[in-house]
C-alpha cells in the first residue's frame, strides 16, 4: 500500500472516529437532561429501556472505536491492509468496505462458516 492510500484511510478513519466520538458526547448530553425521576413506573421502566439501548449502542460504537485506533496502529506499523490469517492484501475495495478489516475475504467467508457451524 502507497502512502498516498495509507493517508486515504487515516482520514477516513479519523473522520470515522470523530463522529463516533461526536455521538458518544451528544449521548451524555442526553441522559444528563432527559433523567427524570418519573413517579409512574410504566414511565420510569420506558425511560430505562431507552438508556438501556443507548448504553449498548454506545458500547458496541465503544468497540468500534477500538478497532478505529487499531486500524490506525496498523497504518503506522505499515501492517494495515493485509490479513492476519494468511498475510495476503485484503484489497482496497474490501477496505473501502470496511475500514477496520483484517481479514481477506477468504478467510473472512471461511470463519463465518466455521462459526455458523459451531453456533448452529
Same mark, same amino acid.
Given at each position: 500500500?502507497?502512502? #498516498?492510500? @495509507?493517508?486515504?484511510?487515516r482520514a477516513?478513519l479519523?473522520d470515522? @472516529?470523530r463522529q463516533?466520538?461526536?455521538?458518544?458526547?451528544s449521548?451524555?448530553?442526553?441522559?444528563k437532561e &432527559? %433523567?427524570?425521576?418519573?413517579?409512574? *413506573?410504566?414511565?420510569? %421502566?420506558?425511560q430505562?429501556?431507552?438508556?438501556?439501548? &443507548?448504553? !449498548?449502542t454506545?458500547?458496541?460504537?465503544? @468497540?468500534?472505536?477500538?478497532k478505529?485506533? &487499531?486500524?490506525?496502529? !496498523?497504518i503506522?506499523?505499515?501492517?494495515?491492509?493485509?490479513?492476519d490469517?494468511?498475510g495476503? &492484501?485484503?484489497?482496497?475495495?474490501?477496505?473501502e #468496505? !470496511? *475500514?477496520t #478489516?483484517?481479514l481477506?475475504?477468504?478467510?473472512k467467508?471461511?470463519a463465518?462458516i @466455521?462459526?455458523k457451524?459451531?453456533?448452529?
Amino acid at each position: 500500500m502507497n502512502d #498516498a492510500q @495509507k493517508d486515504h484511510f487515516r482520514a477516513i478513519l479519523l473522520d470515522w @472516529k470523530r463522529q463516533l466520538m461526536e455521538e458518544v458526547d451528544s449521548t451524555i448530553t442526553h441522559l444528563k437532561e &432527559e %433523567a427524570s425521576n418519573f413517579a409512574d *413506573p410504566s414511565d420510569r %421502566a420506558s425511560q430505562e429501556e431507552e438508556f438501556s439501548l &443507548e448504553l !449498548r449502542t454506545r458500547d458496541r460504537e465503544r @468497540k468500534l472505536i477500538r478497532k478505529i485506533e &487499531e486500524a490506525m496502529e !496498523r497504518i503506522d506499523e505499515d501492517d494495515y491492509g493485509y490479513c492476519d490469517a494468511c498475510g495476503v &492484501e485484503i484489497g482496497i475495495r474490501r477496505l473501502e #468496505a !470496511r *475500514p477496520t #478489516a483484517t481479514l481477506c475475504i477468504d478467510c473472512k467467508t471461511l470463519a463465518e462458516i @466455521k462459526e455458523k457451524q459451531l453456533g448452529g
